[in-house]
């Protein structure tokens, strides 16, 4: 398996707390990834340190075997790119902005980007500053996408797009995946990293939490458990377990996050008299919400 | 009130930098009154009565020389009508960023969804640049003052803070017309093209009176012309005085249009104009545009911006003409002023060609420093809308941005310069003044080094510091200026001269300093060089 994107110990410290700190991440060729996080939890930062527009203060990040910041021009030659906060380009006609990218790319051909404006429904004769904020996340996807690049970094790429479009966005990405494409996506919309993603990372507060595939982080790390009990629950047994986390105790109803062992379970319930016990494997966004409510 | 100091610290670096160039051209032009004049009341007759005579030619750009053997006089006559111009000037911008640019950012949505009613948001916005720009003017005639006190030619202080009120006038008549424009129009950038035509088109309407237009034909409409109004009062003067009607119009004026623009905003859509044109009806377009020149490099640059190049080249090929059609004018009238003698000899200006050489190339290269600092403005803003992290992210290198967009300049200031030396030559041919065409042209290439020390300059400043680039480059520019035009003045010393842009670009017209030509090559190449290493280090979009 080849490696697109590495980084060991990547770290871009902007003090009181604030960056990304030793971050560790490898993405396969190939992946969809996703990089899940809140506001403010470095996903951005990531992304501008692999694209070289930031400088790390340690650490290194790699792109195909190439140094993100010292091969910076190179790597970017390689890499389509959807910013965060989408640029201004004022009176400029959708067309000439693509021009002009074109221009510097040297790899965009007209015919993939009449093919992706179509797809969504994009009119490059109109002003950048008449888009809706949709139409401007339509133009930079297009601009992402439209050089068909071995790797994709787009960061919050559905933000202002409607279902429909939606729908378009995931089709672009199944269709750059089928071609060979890497795609890392960050994003805080659960249901499209459930939708898009091999593998997700969640970061928190500067550091990475956690990292699997989606089935990975639902089965192994917690299950959404409720218990009914038909008589009184065993109340102090089950605050005592470790791992039950948001446990709620309503009359005889008993629920939480389970992160810990079953056997561990059953035995701090052991001897009670048990209605109904329901298991199940808690939803992405459940998940997340956990890593957030430590 | 938190509206309210937010909107005065939107001012304060336009209210800063106003009142510097206001403070330091009072201070200066007091200073070298008593120099150029002379101590004597028979020098400074002598001074008055020729530069009177050559005063009837500049009403164009200056009111009618009126005692110019008085201190009051010659600041009246040579200051503070530039004065009253440049806060004009700020007064437009702040408009248009107070009307538009904030729409354009977002933030008057964000205030408006805060509950603040439009009329207030507007009102409170007028009374942020109404204390700004009383602050600012206070500064600005503090310092003239305190020129006179230092030349021993004191003005009564009472007059001078007479100056105030017609200045007050002009300013807050030219902020609110450039909010009305504003009002009329979706973009910043057009608002302050349109408001500034405008402001060019009533300041010629008194230019224009001043120069001996038929005033039956202007007399109706002279009276809208804030700068007309401005004209009435003199308090400087020996028995001048501040006209109350005159003033009571020009911020009645403000008033009146202040007026307007809450009204218009109060029924205009937040992003868009009071009249909104008809949804076009064309067929959508799915492929780029076909310009070749967006896909070249330099060339995208100017090819962005060719309106503007356009209309720089025009206006400046218009003054170009006007000025060096005055060169027989000025040189025989200030040959008759021995402090003048010296002045034009220290100044190697000694017949009409060295009129055009160096009045017309200082203004040339005063005027192409603005236009510097405007693109210098440009690229603070590329990196602040994230156009610099698009172009980086598509793959172009940190220093192929700088070498460009430096090329991209050079090459627009060479458009500039060529079609404005084409007036000089024009208005050379026109009115009879030995210009030979190939010193015309090397004259017009020698621009181009100090276009690209300073552009080199103001780049390494947006790479260090963005948000203050446009200060800092400013200041050099009039630092440049200044020291230019006052240094042959004061006789100062060599090297204080050699600090200036301007005048390592000398008289080429005359003779050409070569040395000078290759300390703002080494400049510029130290410059890029610097500018390169400023970007390579810094974090893009923060």
Known sequence: MTTAIGTGMLTKDYGAGRGIFDLDLEVAEGEVFGYLGPNGAGKTTTIKLLMGLSHATRGRATVFGLDADRDAVAVKKRVGYVPGELPQFGGWRGSEIVAYIAGLRGDIADADVEAIAKRLDLDLGRRYREYSHGNKQKLALLLAFAPRPALLILDEPTSGLDPLHQQEFYGLVRDARTGGATVFISSHVLSEVEHLCDRVGIVREGHLATVGTIDELAGIRAHHVRIEFADAPPTERLRALRGFEGLAIDGRGVSGLYRGSFDELLAAIAGARVATLESREPTLEEIFLSYYSK | MILFRLALRSHRTGAIATAAIGAFAGLLNAVAYVSIAGPTPADRAAFAHSMEVIGQQLSYLLPRPVQLDTMGGYLTWRDLSTVAIAYAVWALLAATGAGRGDEEKGLSEAWLATGVARARYLLVRMAAFAVAALASLGVTLLATELGTVVAKDTVPVAAMAAELLPLAGVTLWAFAAGLVVAQLVTTRRVASVAAGIVIVALYTLNSSLRAGADPAELGRVKWLSPFYLFDRSAPLLAGGSVDGLASALSLGGAVVLSGL???????????????????????????????????????????????WIAGWAIAMAALAYFLSSLARSIVDGFKDIPAMQVYLARAGIAGYTDVVGVIWFSTALLLIAIFVVAQVNGWAADDAEGRLEMALAAGAARPRIVVERLAALIVAAGIVAAVSSLGVYLAANAFDIPVAGDRLALATVLVLPVVFALGAIGHLLVGWRPRLAVVLVTTVAVISYFTQEFAPLFDWPEWVGRTSLFVLYGAPMTNVDWGGAATLVVIGIVGTLVAIAALEQRDIGR
């Open chain 2, 261 to 307: 623009s809450v009204w218009a905003f109060a029924r205009r859509d937040i992003g868009g104009a009071l009249v909104a044109g008809r949804p076009g009806s064309a067929r959508p377009r799915h492929v780029p545009a076909a310009d070749p020149a967006l896909r070249l490099p330099v060339l995208a640059g100017i090819a962005q911006q060719r309106g």
